[in-house]
């Protein structure tokens, strides 16, 4: 038996270029009956240390910081102090010093977007030789999105958010399923919300909290309830996190809720690292049918439209599901990662 809980993931308030208090993030989130929330300022934490971290009724908001130098953006969540980005010589003392306080590391929109016409970061993240991060934001729903927005598609896609929405940055998945290879690393979605308003068009403002909130979700399957206790219940989202007993949901188009992929005895799922020494069947559950594809290290091995999928995992590797639901981007798992006999 494992518990869901479903939170948006980065995120920016007023304690940095974000245009909702924290308060309002909490009733939005509400609203959109999220379980967690982490929020991520921009070098600082300074919604933790006003108190905001913490239950809000059934819902609980976590408070980690967008470690923000020029290029180079880094998630940082389990943290009590402000991490300014710019205190940095470079992005390996980021990575280092995230890991040696034992907090949740995560590569921000590390190949960025690229609309010339809104400020958005260009290809962000040029260091690889590193290895001490958690894991790499593989989707980001701003970012996908302004990467279609012109001039002239501006409007379409301000009414029509939704079909700008292509998926997860190539290059971001080629990365992870090279990586993952090597190494466990965690694919996390994320909204980076920041509500604000357009630079020309003042009154307009886009991708608004209350419409991110429903759209990328990350899904966490736990062996325990969320505990009541704040302590107690952010390490439980933060260890399933970095375990990668989590999926991504594209929620809007459809509730993924009820995604699992696991083997048939139930023992290994989603996010586990193992030795495979004998085959074992993987099975992959959704709510709807929906086009499935099994990835092994990347490459398609198996596909099929309907609710399930059963696999004979012969080959050690990495072993990941996509899903999409009347062609749209739907789920992203983390990956079982079946290691070779040494
Ligand atoms: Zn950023
Ligand atoms: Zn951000």
């Given at each position: 038996m494992r518990y869901e809980y479903k939170g948006a993931i980065h995120l920016h308030s007023?304690?940095?270029?974000?245009?909702?208090?924290v308060k309002e993030i909490i009733t939005r989130a509400q609203d959109a009956a999220l379980d967690f929330v982490m929020l991520s300022d921009h070098n600082t934490v300074a919604a933790k240390r006003d108190g905001?971290?913490?239950?809000h009724g059934n819902m609980l908001l976590l408070v980690g910081n967008?470690?923000?130098?020029?290029?180079h953006h880094y998630l940082a969540f389990g943290i009590d102090e402000d991490l300014d980005?710019?205190?940095?010589?470079?992005p390996h003392d980021i990575v280092d010093d995230v890991a040696d306080r034992k907090a949740l590391g995560i590569i921000a929109h590390p190949f960025g977007g690229k609309s010339p016409y809104l400020r958005v970061l260009p290809r962000?993240?040029?260091?690889?030789?590193?290895?001490?991060?958690?894991?790499?934001?593989?989707?980001s729903y701003m970012i996908d999105w302004t990467d279609r927005v012109t001039p002239w598609t501006l409007f379409y896609y301000y009414l029509?958010?939704?079909?700008?929405i292509r998926g997860p940055h190539p290059e971001a998945l080629k990365k992870w399923d090279e990586v993952s290879q090597r190494r466990r690393v965690i694919g996390i979605g994320s909204i980076?919300?920041?509500g604000k308003r357009l630079p020309?068009?003042?009154f307009i403002k886009f991708l608004p909290y209350q419409y991110l909130f429903r759209t990328i979700r990350t899904h966490i399957l736990i062996?325990?309830?969320?505990?009541?206790d704040v302590k107690e219940a952010q390490w439980q989202i933060y260890t399933a996190i970095r375990q990668g007993h989590c999926f991504i949901g594209y929620?809007?188009?459809?509730?993924?809720?009820?995604f699992r992929f696991h083997t048939e005895d139930g023992e290994w799922q989603m996010g586990d690292e193992r030795v495979l020494s004998h085959p074992v069947e993987l099975q992959i559950r959704l709510p709807q049918s929906a086009e499935i594809y099994l990835r092994h290290n990347g490459t398609v091995c198996a596909s099929i439209r309907g609710k399930f999928l059963d696999y004979q995992a012969q080959l050690p590797g990495v072993y990941r599901i996509e899903a999409f639901l009347q062609e749209m981007p739907w789920i992203y798992s983390n990956p079982l990662f079946l290691r070779a006999e040494s």
């Open positions: 007023r304690y940095s270029d974000g245009s909702a208090s905001y971290e913490g239950w967008e470690i923000s130098p020029r290029t980005g710019h205190d940095y010589a470079d962000s993240w040029h260091t690889w030789d590193i290895d001490r991060y958690d894991g790499i934001e593989i989707w029509y958010p939704e079909r700008a980076d919300a920041h020309i068009f003042r062996s325990e309830p969320l505990s009541s929620d809007a188009i459809g509730d993924t809720t009820g």
